[in-house]
């Protein structure tokens, strides 16, 4: 180590020295900090005590000024303003269910708790025909947790009246949503002793459905309240819990059953959509929506402003007796709340509906960045191109295994220059490949290789050739791959859409159940899947042969046992995949077929030969990539020479 080396490492070290001294707080800054946190602590305990005991005044002077009950109805009522307090006449009543409908979906609604209990979406069917609903209803929780007169109050413990459009409703359970939007909401009320109307403190679930939407507004009025929920309640605590049903033949591996969430001046995450373990996450931010994703549909609760901190997971029971199970998911998150107003309004909404981009993206909040499209390298591709010709496509009314058949020949004659070009360099490459073989036989030491390879690349400039014009085109192509990976097994327009004999494009069409299970491949034949296999294995032998006649039989050695053995691997992957996936590469594989064909038909290698003879005779630029590999082997023959 040298001198200004040595005093540089001194001068850094006192620098930091010297900034974590000044920045260290004096010990007068330390006790006046350790004051005002003391004295913060100390208030609030302190208006915590005195609305404790105004609270508790207050209720005794309430209880002192009640009507004489009979011996039975009194202690009834003790026992229950013992649990409930303010809240004892609304812990008792009649669980009644009211249903709210439009044209998607059916809405059903308890009397007890205010919750939804029941979510039937009108235009689908589950993938055996029965009506497809969103969570099991005997298992289904809503509950809203806060504390009022020192006693713990869940909502999902009390009975609520029922409201049609702000006024009592006693009519019929069922209400039809057409032309305007409806609100049902459901009121429980707090003990008033006094009887005086003008102070009727009560909570609010409020439900407003409006035509032709998913989205249903949800609104928590509490009214009233400053007098029984304390004044230093800054938040209240919502509790979701749903058991998920299964709606799809298959599961998809790749595409599961998640919670999403989206923070509110950020992007979107989730739980993993791949895992079987129980997971959880403490999330400690604001949040916009939180969402229990399936493959194809979604329960998510969406914030007007934001929630507070919350704690989102999914779990699967073992104890769990329906049929139809599928995976359990619960959220625990705060709802911000001013304990100083009287009263406060809580907006919110419920989204039931489909995973689908068009619906999704009108709502403007990120709801469609649940539907996996690839990832953020090749998303747009799918979401700005391949989504746009698929809808448009969809509009004329065909089958959509005519759509996908269109969408690959579209795809194909968009790349076809790209992959001219990758024909025409393996092509030229053939061409030249007896010239190769004679200066590999001048070049046979492992001394002359550079020499060797200086000869070669000076062949392709003359030639007007290079080795690496055809990997642009494949690199261009897997990008494209990745994204129709993603988008057909996620695309609900798939859905129980029929194509020849695949009765389900989004899912595996088994032409033949097997009596037992085989590893890795399953317990059924896909025949999408078998043709492709056999489609991408033929593609596999005539490409080795093409690759063989320009570069020889030495070329990639490691590679050709590996090419053959992918679409082997790929025959168990996609078993139980998408069969409109499948029907798509067994569609590029033909086309390649047929494109390599009228490649053949109107390129002549004899033409070719001549017109790489004719550029070999004009005068070639040396790029500086050829400079230097000259400078190369001139300095490792002169080292080879130093050693003699």
Known sequence: MNKNSLIGIILIMAVLIGWSVWMTPSKEELARQKFIQDSIYFAEKQRAVEDSIRFALAEKAALEKQITLNDDEDTKLKQLRDTYGVFASAATGEDRLYVIKNKLLEMTLSTKGAYVKNVLL?????????PLVAFDEKTAEFNIAFFAVNRGINTYDLYFEPYLNNQPYNGEPLLTVNDAPVTLSFRAY??????????????????????????????????????????????????????????????????????????????????????????EEEIRSNLKWISFKQRFFSNTLVAKD???????????????????YLKSMYVDVNLPYNGLDSDN?????????????KIMEKYDIDLEKQIPLGGKLVSWINRYIVVNVFNWLGNYGWNYGIVILVLTVIIKLCLMPFAFKSYMSSAKMRVLKPEIDEISAKYPKQEDAMKKQQAIMDLYKKAGASPMSGCLPMLLQLPIL??????????????????????????????????????????????????????????????????????????????????????????????????????????????????????????????????????KKKPVKKSRFQKRLEEMQRQQQQMQKNRK
């Open 122 to 130: 009108t235009e689908y069917v589950t993938w055996d025909s029965l």
């Open 190 to 279: 707090a003990d008033n002793y006094l009887g005086d109307k003008s102070q009727e403190s009560y909570i609010e679930f409020a439900y407003t459905m409006k035509p032709d939407e998913y989205m249903v507004d949800f609104d928590i009025n509490m009214v009233g309240m400053k007098d029984i929920i304390p004044s230093n309640t800054n938040f209240l605590t919502l509790d979701w819990n749903v058991d998920l049903l299964q709606q799809e033949k298959a599961v998809d591996r790749y595409n599961g059953s998640t919670v999403y969430y989206k923070y509110l001046n950020d992007d979107v995450e989730s739980l993993s959509e791949t895992s079987t373990e129980d997971e």
């Open 306 to 324: 934001y929630f507070d901190n919350a704690v989102v997971g999914m779990k699967t029971l073992k104890n769990n007796d329906n049929p139809r």
């Open 345 to 357: 309004k809580i907006q919110m909404s419920f989204y039931f509906g489909p995973n689908s981009l």
């Open 482 to 615: 990745w994204a129709i990976f993603r988008f057909f097994p996620s695309s609900i327009e798939l859905r129980q859409q029929p194509f020849l004999w695949a009765d389900d494009l989004s899912t595996y069409d088994s032409v033949l159940d097997l009596p037992f299970n085989i590893p890795f491949y399953g317990d059924h034949v896909s025949l999408f899947t078998l043709l492709m296999t056999i489609a991408t294995l033929l593609y596999t032998y005539l490409n080795n042969k093409m690759i063989m006649s320009a570069q020889g039989s030495q070329s990639m050695p490691g590679m050709k046992l590996m090419m053959y053995l992918m679409p082997i691997i790929f025959l168990g992957v996609f078993n139980s995949y998408s069969a409109g996936l499948s029907y798509y590469y067994l569609l590029v594989n033909l086309f390649t077929f047929l494109q390599m064909y009228l490649f053949r038909l109107f390129v002549n290698e004899g033409k070719l030969r001549r017109k790489i003879e004719e550029a």
